[in-house]
């Protein structure tokens, strides 16, 4: 059985990467948690393959048996999967998640990249995927809709779950744009909702939903509640979803469940990235724009960590 090692840090959103692509593969894997110092903030070609931004107590835990994969996200902890891969004399196999930089870029077995990032070079270890790897799966679906579904059951159907992010670096999440939401969630008339915000909603935007969304019964989970995340209950026991376009792991999620998605997008809310993926997943029906015609079930849940797993198992 091969030995699998996960570089897991303090970006959860690499993290659940990580994990996603890690179960999909079905076999054991021990996780390695990185932790940096100042120095980390160096340039990779300085870093190069070599612990420097490392903690003492990282270091402690990467020692041989090497791994026969490793499976590492983001630019800072590239230099760890190219020390590991010096260390094991070449045979450990690294699988990097997103671009680490042009820095030891060919040296991995696979870079795994997003289709709606833009990259100025290319190599044979690509292998590109839509959307964000996650960590949803039809058995999981089913195990949390077991869960809630007791706490939903007086909710009527259809059942609309949404699922509500908030302001990016560069794109606010303004008023405006929540009156519209609540506009173009009371235009579908759903049997009930079921919402849930997210640390980035903003508190202006949550007041102007918990006021506008009272034409149906409703679940309002505000994000820091001391109850429950019900993030899974209501991937899992909606019949039809609506998600703002501002988080792709978000909109990855939802198009996974195979149920009817909308998207809400306003221009000003998204840049150009993220209109590149959220193209891709209209024109491949995972998802529809919000105010259009909601699309059917879709027949398979869109699932890159499933398809970046083969691509490791055909390695040789």
């Known amino acids: 059985m091969q030995k699998i090692w996960l570089l897991t840090d ?3 959103g690499n993290v659940n990467q990580l994990l996603g692509v890690a179960e999909a593969l079905k076999t054991p894997f021990e996780r390695k948690e990185i932790r940096y110092t100042k120095w980390v903030k160096l340039p990779n070609f300085i870093r190069a393959s070599s612990l420097i931004g490392i903690t003492k107590e990282t270091k402690k835990q990467l020692t041989p048996p090497w791994p026969d994969i490793v499976l590492s996200a983001g630019r800072r902890s590239y230099p760890v999967a190219l020390h590991i891969l010096k260390k094991s004399n070449g045979k450990s196999k690294i699988i990097q998640l997103m671009n680490p930089g042009r820095y030891g870029f060919k040296k991995a077995a696979i870079i795994a990249l997003p289709e709606h990032d833009k990259m100025p070079f290319y190599t044979k270890n690509v292998v590109r995927f839509l959307g964000a790897p996650h960590r949803i799966t039809p058995d999981r679906l089913e195990q949390e809709r077991q869960k809630w579904e007791p706490q939903f059951k007086d909710f009527p159907h259809p059942r609309l779950s949404v699922i509500v992010g908030g302001a990016t670096k560069d794109k606010p999440f303004t008023d405006e744009m929540a009156h519209k939401l609540v506009q173009e969630i009371q235009n579908m008339n759903p049997g009930s909702i ?35 995340n019900p993030y899974f209950g209501l991937l899992s026991t909606a019949d039809m979803i609506v998600v703002t376009g501002d988080s792709i792991s978000m909109c990855s999620e939802c198009c996974a469940t195979g149920l009817p998605v909308s998207i809400f997008a306003p221009d000003k809310m998204i840049g150009p990235k993220h209109k590149r993926f959220l193209k ?34 055909s390695l040789k």
């Open 10 to 12: 303090d970006r959860m």
């Open 194 to 228: 079921l919402l849930t915000t997210s640390r980035r909603t903003p508190k202006s935007v949550i007041n102007i939903l918990k006021i506008g969304l009272t034409k149906h019964p409703i679940f309002f989970y505000q994000f820091g509640d001391k109850t429950e």
């Open 280 to 313: 891709a997943l209209y024109e491949k029906g995972y998802a529809s724009l919000l105010g259009q015609k909601p699309l059917s079930k879709h027949k398979s849940g869109l699932n890159p960590a499933f398809e970046l797993a083969n691509a490791i198992l």
